[in-house]
């Protein structure tokens, strides 16, 4: 059973405009979010985080949006750039990370 | 400084063989892990040690044996491993305080 959910594998965006990606999941005790962006053959980057007593986190062109009741958090990137072609995964606090499946994003020139 | 190091960066293996991957980190963080991505996949905890013990072995096959020398160190060793095991895999760190986890880059392990 899936706790961590991402349900577009992929997301193709013009460059200069915003990429969305969407996160949910179903544990509501889950209390810190994080994304992270991966390149094929290397380990995950951190990008961002947000703690569950926030709704909205912003770091450069990164913004993380949590809508607790919906339990939906959103990850938008501004403008969207080339080198931001990566998978990239959403990830929730349980002690562990608990994952979702990735959404691939492809900048388009 | 929030590097993680690995190395080989890459390795290949038979089954017979018993080789090792290393991970150093010098942010001070007190949990490292273990991780196996395999390709499309989310990374997979393998193990977690905390304050140098081992805290969390997810039903990870004995041939695959962790060990924490040290604060900074992890190491994993391998031994008759299968040709399913082949993957990327991954060492982590992140203040015992903290969720956030930083990885290193992998070490891309092909067992022939």
């Known amino acids: 059973d899936q706790q961590v959910k991402q349900n577009s594998p992929s997301l193709s965006v013009q460059e200069g405009r915003i990429s969305i990606l969407n996160c949910d999941y179903t544990n509501s005790m889950f209390d810190y979010f994080l994304w992270y962006k991966k390149y094929p053959a290397e380990g995950p980057t951190f990008l961002i985080s947000i703690s569950s007593i926030k709704d909205k986190n912003e770091d450069g062109r990164f913004t993380v949006f949590l809508n607790k009741s919906a339990k939906h958090l959103s990850l938008h990137i501004v403008p969207s750039q080339p080198g931001d072609s990566a998978v990239y995964f959403c990830a929730a606090s349980d002690h562990q990370l608990i994952w979702g499946a990735g959404t691939k994003l492809i900048i388009k020139p | 400084d929030t590097e993680v190091t690995q190395t080989p960066k890459h390795l290949v293996m038979g089954m017979t063989n018993k080789k090792s991957l290393k991970c150093e980190q010098h942010m001070g963080h007190r949990a490292m892990y273990w991780y196996k991505q395999k390709a499309k996949k989310p990374p997979e905890l393998m193990f977690v040690y905390s304050y140098e013990k081992l805290s969390i072995n997810e039903s990870v096959p004995s041939r695959f044996s962790p060990e924490c020398p040290n604060s900074s160190l992890l190491n994993l060793h391998l031994h008759a491993l299968q040709p399913e095991d082949s993957a990327l895999y991954l060492c982590?760190?992140?203040?015992?305080?903290?969720?956030?986890?930083?990885f290193g880059p992998g070490t891309r392990l092909t067992v022939l």
């Open positions: 982590a760190s992140s203040d015992s305080q903290r969720p956030t986890q930083y």
